[in-house]
């Protein structure tokens, strides 16, 4: 079988995630729609509490991603993170861009992305009150929403509305793991931009190639991504 193949340093990120069980496959988890899943991506307790370690690292990658996709543009680019797991991973990918200027990408001051917070429920005190967004949308730049992964669209949704709602044209989505079940699809027909670091079924072949799942884990996760997708 013929798979992709990752440079170096994304096939020790992925063998780490896996050997941390950030990236689990085998063993059955439930998923938000209530399937049981043989492969499931745990970038919320598993990533934030016990391996900190490696946020940078996946921060690192969102930002090649996007500095890949929008370099040519010349625009500013913002990150919204879908909370909460998707602010952690815009919070890693801002502080990754600002240390890129003393690495290999070598991205002008100008040009690295900030950041705009996305609060789950308005905030009710303070100076700025009945809002979801923490900042002012601006024309100078593009809007891009980051999250984790994605299975169907629903809690990208649920995130564009209020902060398009508030002005913030959000022009790309973009997550670490797609899991290939239609939901970035469904993103695109809207009119979005879709974008991930990873595919699921790659990184499953990956995974296979070299040894660290077997072939029946493999196809068990093939058969449940094909028989398992949303319009």
Same mark, same amino acid.
């Given at each position: 079988?013929?798979?992709?193949?990752?440079?170096?340093?994304?096939?020790?990120?992925?063998?780490?995630?896996?050997?941390?069980?950030?990236?689990?496959?085998?063993?059955?988890?439930?998923?938000?729609?209530?399937?049981?899943?043989?492969?499931?991506?745990?970038?919320?307790?598993?990533?934030?509490?016990?391996?900190?370690?490696?946020?940078?690292?996946?921060?690192? =990658?969102?930002?090649?991603? $996007?500095?890949? /996709?929008? +370099? %040519?543009? *010349?625009?500013?680019?913002? @990150?919204?993170?879908?909370? !909460?797991?998707?602010?952690?991973?815009?919070?890693?990918?801002?502080?990754?861009?600002?240390?890129?200027?003393?690495?290999?990408?070598?991205?002008?001051?100008?040009?690295?992305?900030?950041?705009?917070?996305?609060?789950?429920?308005?905030?009710?005190?303070?100076?700025?009150?009945?809002?979801?967004?923490?900042?002012?949308?601006?024309?100078?730049?593009?809007?891009?929403?980051?999250?984790?992964?994605?299975?169907?669209?629903?809690?990208?949704?649920?995130?564009?509305?209020?902060?398009?709602?508030?002005?913030? =044209?959000?022009?790309?989505? $973009?997550?670490? /793991?797609? +899991? %290939?079940? *239609?939901?970035?699809?469904? @993103?695109?027909?809207?009119? !979005?931009?879709?974008?991930?670091?990873?595919?699921?079924?790659?990184?499953?072949?990956?995974?296979?190639?070299?040894?660290?799942?077997?072939?029946?884990?493999?196809?068990?996760?093939?058969?449940?991504?094909?028989?398992?997708?949303?319009?």
């Amino acid at each position: 079988m013929e798979s992709k193949i990752f440079p170096p340093a994304d096939q020790i990120l992925l063998k780490a995630l896996r050997e941390a069980d950030i990236i689990k496959i085998g063993e059955l988890t439930r998923l938000k729609d209530g399937s049981n899943s043989p492969v499931y991506i745990d970038m919320r307790d598993k990533l934030t509490d016990l391996h900190p370690e490696f946020l940078f690292h996946i921060g690192n =990658k969102f930002f090649e991603k $996007i500095w890949e /996709i929008t +370099r %040519q543009t *010349g625009m500013k680019q913002c @990150l919204i993170g879908v909370p !909460y797991t998707g602010y952690v991973l815009a919070c890693a990918t801002v502080m990754a861009a600002q240390r890129s200027i003393f690495g290999h990408i070598q991205a002008p001051q100008p040009l690295l992305p900030s950041l705009i917070i996305q609060r789950r429920d308005v905030k009710g005190h303070g100076t700025v009150q009945e809002r979801y967004m923490v900042g002012e949308p601006r024309t100078d730049r593009e809007y891009n929403l980051l999250d984790d992964t994605i299975t169907t669209n629903k809690s990208k949704l649920e995130s564009l509305e209020p902060a398009e709602k508030e002005l913030f =044209k959000i022009k790309r989505i $973009i997550v670490f /793991i797609d +899991r %290939q079940q *239609g939901g970035g699809e469904s @993103l695109q027909k809207m009119g !979005y931009e879709f974008h991930s670091v990873f595919k699921v079924l790659e990184v499953a072949e990956f995974f296979l190639a070299d040894g660290i799942i077997t072939r029946e884990q493999y196809n068990d996760v093939v058969e449940f991504i094909q028989t398992h997708q949303f319009t």
